[in-house]
Structure formats: structure tokens, C-alpha cells
């Protein structure tokens, strides 16, 4: 039962590099979240995909893109990195069809970012 | 606006004590309500859940909450603290289809 799968799990970046987090969930889940953590700030949502194809933007979408090409994969980017997308990544996926209503989301283990 | 509410940054309990997290949320109905539990350096694991019915909810790992709709409260409790409840708490709101709110969390230390 791997659950939800973020790759890489640390990552160091040089200010204006790029780079893709990759998250994989196996639960035939139609919903899938990125937040980042930052300390006194909980978590907060960055993007989300409703189904295969779609995309919304959270609460801080700014300096992020997304994909959800394949329902079980939903891509974060970072197209220029920035030191203040210094953080820990979180993927998350919830919602069965004709499963449970309340939403349960469930969360990948995590990718600590540090932006140089 | 939604919001979530963990007035308390950081507590220390000593071993065997109870223990109360507290979270209060502001939202136009009554939420979905969760907290979740996240040990250093893990994702995030899901204690337990509000969604309707018995007020009082238990989870797992001996902990309990209590929905109280007229003080917008869903507090978090364990009446024994173990060593190994040792982490971060976090109080969320969503609904169902939709996005989730936390709380900016509350860091649990337990004092041998």
C-alpha cells in the first residue's frame, strides 16, 4: 500500500533554477492537493486538480504551475526558484467516487525544498 | 472568510498528564472538522473526524474531540499523554469535494 509517493524527498536549488516535484497517488483518488509548510504558518494550499486534466489555484499560487496529465500524477513546478519558496512540499489526494464524503485527504510524506 | 484557529503554539505535558489542543474555526455552516497529527520529519496522519451525529468523536491513538457548535470549537483531547505523542497537531475545516483550511498548528512536547 504506497498511499501517496512525493519525489524527490530533499531537493537544493540555486536561485532562478527550475525543477519539477512529482507526486503519485495508487488510490484511484479524483482529488489531489499541493500545500507547502512553513513554521506558525500550518499548511497552505497551493494548487489543486478536481479530475485528470483540471487545475484551480489555492491560496498561493504565485511562482508555481501544475499538471495532472494522468489521473494518479499531479506535478508541481517551479519555474524560476526563489529563496522564499524555501519550504516543505506536501502532496495530498482525497475523494473516491461513491467512497467517503467527508474528504479525507491523505498525505504524502513530504519534500523539503531549500532555494539558495 | 474561512478560517482556523490554534491559539496555542507550542505545549509541554508531562508523561501520563491529560491533555486539551484547542482549535476554533470560522465558517458559515457547520464544516467537516479534522485533526491531524504529524510526527518530525512525516506527512500527515489523520487522528479523527467530525461530519455529524455524536458530538464527541474518538480517533485513534486514545485520542477524542469534542464539536462544540456554540463556541465554533473542535478541541482535541487524551486523557494519558504518552512520550510518543510527541509532535504537531493540526486542526483542519473543509467540506465535501472542496479544499482544506488548517490551523497553524500546535507543537506537542512531553516531559518524561
Known amino acids: 500500500n504506497a498511499g501517496v509517493t512525493q519525489t524527490p524527498k530533499f531537493r537544493v536549488l540555486k536561485t532562478g533554477q527550475s525543477m519539477t516535484l512529482l507526486c503519485a497517488q495508487d488510490?484511484?483518488?479524483?482529488?489531489m492537493y499541493w500545500y507547502r509548510q512553513d513554521p506558525g504558518m500550518g499548511l497552505r494550499l497551493i494548487h489543486y486538480s478536481v479530475g485528470e486534466g483540471t487545475t484551480a489555484k489555492g491560496e498561493v499560487p504565485d511562482g508555481y504551475n501544475v499538471s495532472r496529465l494522468k489521473k494518479q500524477n499531479f506535478l508541481l513546478g517551479l519555474e524560476s526558484a526563489a529563496p522564499s519558496q524555501t519550504s516543505v512540499y506536501f502532496c495530498a489526494s482525497s475523494y473516491t467516487p461513491g467512497g467517503d464524503k467527508e474528504n479525507i485527504q491523505y498525505f504524502g510524506a513530504g519534500t523539503r525544498l531549500s532555494v539558495l | 472568510a474561512q478560517s482556523v484557529t490554534q491559539p496555542d503554539i507550542h505545549i509541554t505535558v508531562s508523561e501520563g498528564a491529560s491533555l486539551e489542543l484547542r482549535c476554533n474555526y470560522s465558517?458559515?455552516?457547520?464544516?467537516?472538522l479534522f485533526w491531524y497529527v504529524q510526527s518530525p520529519g512525516q506527512g500527515l496522519q489523520l487522528l479523527l473526524k467530525y461530519f455529524s451525529g455524536d458530538t464527541l468523536v474518538q480517533g485513534i491513538k486514545g485520542f477524542e474531540a469534542e464539536f462544540k457548535r456554540s463556541q465554533s470549537s473542535f478541541n482535541l483531547r487524551k486523557p494519558s499523554v504518552h512520550w510518543s505523542d510527541a509532535a504537531e497537531y493540526f486542526c483542519a475545516v473543509g467540506w465535501f469535494g472542496g479544499k482544506l483550511i488548517f490551523g497553524q498548528g500546535t507543537e506537542l512536547s512531553v516531559k518524561p
Open positions: 465558517y458559515g455552516a457547520t464544516p467537516y
Open positions: 488510490m484511484n483518488h479524483e482529488y
